[in-house]
T-cell receptor
């Protein structure tokens, strides 16, 4: 069975602070893909990143960085120098070769950046 | 890039009426589309997988007769909430994978906020 856990339901930080959003996943498949999506208050889902299970290299994109560790089944997301515009709900998701295009979403982490 | 358009973005209807939500892939053909439901402050829950030219596949616990899905063309899937009740009020989101590549990032519509009074 596939499962994604985002233990942090809500996080508040003051602008310019760094914040890390945790994501832990479960799957028995050896080939799988992990995603992060951002959902601002307007509701649309914005794709942020995709990683496959064979690529554990961490990735940085501007103020965003991702730490993928297979040993702990985690795919954490860090926002550096947070900004008010980062306020949103962030979802971690998993898909596997066994499930095709079906995604399994975590429960989401609501991030509020206080000016 | 590939875009998925969803319409309407919000709708208010009275109990007992039916509401149709459209999901279109604008610049690619989608043989498969996914319909999700999201309650306030909760995650996206997959309702059904819409398959072009065949019956939709519903997740456990989703009433087929209440949530009618039609995927009549390669660019359009519709979700009809029949005999809507207040408990059907929710945020409905469709998505479609880009063609050809499994496990690619899904493209999501902007969602439809349904309020049943």
């Amino acid at each position: 069975a596939q499962k994604v856990t985002q233990a942090q339901t809500e996080i508040s930080v003051v602008e310019k602070e760094d914040v890390t959003l945790d994501c832990v996943y479960e799957t028995r498949d050896t080939t799988y893909y992990l995603f992060w999506y951002k959902q601002p208050p307007s509701g649309e889902l914005v794709f942020l990143i995709r990683r496959n299970s064979f690529d554990e290299q961490n990735e940085i994109s501007g103020r965003y960085s991702w730490n993928f560790q297979k040993s702990t089944s985690s795919f954490n997301f860090t926002i550096t120098a947070s900004q008010v515009v980062d306020s949103a709900v962030y979802f971690c998701a998993l898909s596997t070769t066994g499930t095709g295009n079906q995604f399994y979403f975590g429960t989401g982490t609501s991030l509020t950046v206080i000016p | 890039g590939a875009v998925v358009s969803q319409h309407p973005s919000w709708v208010i209807c009275k109990s007992g009426t039916s509401v149709k939500i459209e999901c279109r892939s604008l610049d690619f053909q989608a043989t498969t589309m996914f319909w999700y439901r999201q309650f306030p402050k909760q995650s996206l829950m997959l309702m059904a997988t819409s398959n072009e030219g065949s019956k939709a596949t519903y997740e456990q616990g989703v009433e087929k007769d209440k949530f009618l899905i039609n995927h009549a063309s390669l660019t359009l899937s519709t979700l009809t909430v029949t005999s809507a009740h207040p408990e059907d009020s929710s945020f409905y989101i469709c998505s479609a994978p880009p063609p050809g590549l499994l496990n690619s990032p899904l493209h999501f519509g902007n969602g439809t906020r349904l309020t049943v009074t």
